[in-house]
């Protein structure tokens, strides 16, 4: 799909979400979610990875907002955001980017939002202070154990006579 076409398709979308927000009793966070699903049907056209990071945040976002207007507590907010960047990881290995060495990158901050914002609406007491350090414990184990066994991951030596 060429970028006049995707320019278009977006364009479509944000405007027939105005219009729906004009007409209607939809309060403007929808523009959020419209124009984050913009994005998501402009990736899902062209599979660029380029419009889904835009896509699964907006919408994530937008869907959090939403959420918090209608009444539900203020750390919907985050955790839609957190999930919009968990949307990026998932969206990208369903189309079978996990040859790719950075997939996982929206896991970061996705999974802090999402824990912190999960924690806030649990409203668990003294359960945030251990959080962090757990993070980075369970983080660090992994870059430590997912090293092992892997080719090219160990100390370079001489080369091998042939």
Known sequence: MNGQRLAGLILLAVGTVLLLVTTTDLDGSWLLV?????FLTAFAASRSYGLLVPGAIITGLGVGVVLDG??????????????????????HLLIGGASEGWWWWPLIPGGILSVTATVELADVENLGAYLLPVALIVVGLGLLLGRRGRKGSQAPGPPDPE
């Open 34 to 38: 419209g124009v984050g699903a913009a």
């Open 70 to 91: 209608v009444g539900l507590p203020s750390p919907v907010v985050p955790l839609g955001l957190g999930l919009g960047f968990v949307a990026i990881a998932v969206l």
